[in-house]
């Protein structure tokens, strides 16, 4: 397995200022790996809102359940937190009885460290699916969590929650409501759906802004449409993804915000959009084997919804993926793309441009295109593949990264 | 690009017996290749009927428009054939306007050279996207095609329709209609959707079957479902793809079958679907870079719709495909793109098996099986993924193979 830090990696960690209401702590807990750190605890004061939205696979892992029994749908006021706790090395997917078991040991082992309820703690679990995963290590680590919790070490968070990810993801941003201001901070994890045995997008955002639970399940849900929702690095959907949204109210002067709708949100909601653009973002960046980082965009669809699904159609194709990896702007391949997502697609009126140079124009290859100029282009690191397709005015946008022998040496060789 | 035969080629060629009313022919054309035989022509006696399937794309090659165009849907016995042109090295797909000239144009010197009418000529072109396809290169050529075909060299044929193909592809089947004994030969070519620039699964069966061309396009159409329709690299799908059948009605003593329900077609169905499964096997066996064939099984499924959508979302999951060619019985993955597949799932009642070999059993790991037995499995060249789902009967098959650095090698490194 590559342990090399991704060529597309963030060259800046932002600053993290810590979040009121928010304390944290990470410790090796011996789940799987050695000499890293491998759980992360997040504590909240009382009053925390949560929110979340989670994988929409038919097999999710136990962690994913337990979650989204607590959210009850995310409409409820009364969605709390006071505490989060993660661990990679094990997903607790696929592991039957016994993986609700450890999600209940797991709650009721934090629960008694930090004095609230079982139904208060959130769960997020990363790793080997399929293997019971041993709660009773959570134990003699705990209560020294709980103690040695504090405000801040979010690269440390990020850390710890890291499977086949080669760097750790951060990001924040600062937003005015009425006349407070509030910070948001969120540190994620990716690498592919399923690494090497590895499950799971997980990504945790945390703010001090004061926000309802329901508001801010809203808030989160319209987020991540064009963020998270919008990024695919292979296809493949875990069993685990998780993404959740902990808001404290503890920044001085916030107005409780209670509707989605308030208007008083504009600027959060920017804020919180552009954290989650950063941290899904980083995810494509940081793809199994990635060496380049794709963003395809489909303008001139018949809707947005078509839009969307055409682009990933171009985003999941492995020729497509391939030929971007092998730096050739083979716009072949996005038409066959194109043809395949099952959208309304005229091929007389396609134009497709690579690192912003037309290359197909009309159902034909464009007469004018340079080709020194678009291998130039196709040599850089972040590469533009745009389609128009004339029909109507639907646009969208995905992410991606290329697909490499890299990919198939950390997904196939890893028993060899 | 590789050029080794692939591992899992047949070891038998079988002996292609001659089809009374078939003529054929290859030559060089300089298309794209040399060296190499890049055009077929298929002569057929009159009163041959034609049926034919094509690519779902929306972008279709300007030979698959013709084709559509002049079967009109497949429901007119007047669907009669007098002959086939297929050449490769120029996909005339995304040709735009000179693309529907070039069919033309070919369709015309054919039709002058033999003798027909342009409508009674199939045309099916493989290769390149997007490069215009000069079809005057047929003209020096059609001429002498036309005075060499004889019946007979079906190997010959697959020979010069092959692009990325490591080994040509033939199968043949022989059947009772009513006293007669009738010959159904088929060719075909795969590899990858699209390989290096080049598109296409296309294949071509003859038979001296008399059917009319309703009832052998209802029996194309049904015969396709569990072969060529079950079978998947990389889930990318041609602009190209072709599939045609054509039958001469000169058996000795063979009834005139005009309707696919027909019960003296029992058998000719049965051969038929077997010379379908056959060639569509040897693609997956030809697939780009493999070195794994593997069955996918899905048993217990709601339907036969939904158990065929969740064996291709675990025939087209790159996760699997690269934890079968690392040879690990990896059954997470499995769960994964069970769970990815959208369709009625249980985890708590899913068991896997590897090899025969059952690894996940009641929503976990099976804790009676054993690795060494599943590791010399997992060595084999065919493996086969059985999933049982518990929910319900809809079962279905679906062939696919591995994803290696091989195929990376093919689709991505071809420029450097």
Redesign the interface.
Known sequence: MSTAISPLAPTNVPDMLAIDGVRLATAEAGIRYSGRTDVLLALFDPGTAAAGVF??????SAPVEWCRAHLKGGKSAKNLARALVVNSGN?N???????RASTKLTADITAKAAGCKAAEIFLASTG?????LDAGKFGPVMDDLVMRAKPGDFLAAAQAIMTTDTFPKVATARARIGKATVTINGIAKGA???AP?M?TMLSFLFTDAAISAPALQALLKEGVADTFNAVTV??????SDTLMLFATGKAAGCPRIARAGDPRLKDFRKALTAVLANLSEQIARDGEGARKLIEVVVEGAVSKISARRIALSIA????VK??V????A????V???????????N??K?SIWFGGIRV?H????DPAYNEAAVSAAMKKPEISVKVALGLGKGRDRVLTC????E???I??????
Chains 1, 2 share one sequence.
């Open positions: 994988t929409r696979s038919k097999c999710p997903a997917a696929f592991t039957g009885k016994s993986g080997v699916i399929g293997e019971p592919g759906m399923i045995d499950a292979d296809g493949d959907t875990s069993t999941n194709s492995p020729l391939t030929a990896g092998g730096e050739d083979n716009w072949g391949r038409v066959m793309a194109v043809g395949k997502a099952g959208e309304p697609a091929r007389d396609l197909a009309k159902g034909a290859r290329d697909l490499t022998k990919y198939i040496a997904n196939g060789d890893y028993r060899s």
